[in-house]
């Protein structure tokens, strides 16, 4: 007979492969609830949080909503500015959290893809933890491919990150992604099993 819902928190680091896992998760019919996403559509065009944001830091916003490079150069190098957005996004990522939570009561399991999950407290509201993890020249060749990234952008998002280290040995499960997208899918596919079979038990 099944039991409750699980919930899963899945994070990792920039460059982790989380993105991939969580995809992979959906795969498998398990309904992911993506943080990133839901703020992307809050500041995007229409967004509702597009005037405040202009509000609290002008000239940040276009046509098509928050240009996300300026605001990020408003907030990284001042932790104090980045603690107002955050107070703004949260609750609002919060309320796009529940509506998602409502739209799927039947779902046995749900993960909450978050990047900063251990960094905001986030582990708290969810049952279980699953960390992606790869090495860390590896998670640098990743990020550093991405366009427009450099060095320094890479170090000062890592500084606002638990290291890695920290995240996996607060973890509940670990989903290694420095292999084969085929060896990361077999984790995830060997995971989702034992909860599912845990759950009827």
């Known amino acids: 007979m099944l039991t409750s819902r699980l919930t899963l928190g ?13 995809a992979m998760f959906e795969d498998l019919g398990v309904p992911v609830f993506d943080s990133d996403a839901a ?58 959290r529940t509506a998602f939570l409502a739209a799927h009561t039947d779902a046995p399991i749900v993960v909450f893809d978050v990047p900063l999950l251990f960094e905001t407290g986030g582990e708290k509201r969810v049952d279980k933890v699953v960390v992606v993890s790869a090495p860390v020249d590896v998670q640098r060749g990743r990020v550093l491919a991405r366009p427009g990234m450099t060095e320094v952008k890479l170090d000062a998002i890592l500084a606002r990150q638990m290291p890695d280290t920290e995240k996996r040995a607060r973890a509940d499960f670990v989903i290694p992604t420095g292999g084969s997208l085929d060896e990361t899918r077999a984790a995830v596919e060997s995971l989702v099993s034992c909860l599912r079979a845990s759950q009827s038990r």
């Open 39 to 96: 703020v992307h559509r809050l500041q995007g065009e229409g967004g509702r949080l597009v005037a405040a944001i202009e509000a609290m830091f002008p000239d940040t916003t276009g046509p098509k909503g928050v240009d996300r490079t300026l605001l990020g150069e408003a907030v990284l190098a001042d932790p104090r500015a980045l603690k107002r957005l955050e107070a703004l996004i949260h609750p609002a990522v919060g309320e796009e």
């Open 10 to 22: 899945l994070t990792g680091s920039i460059g982790m492969g989380k993105s991939t896992v969580a």
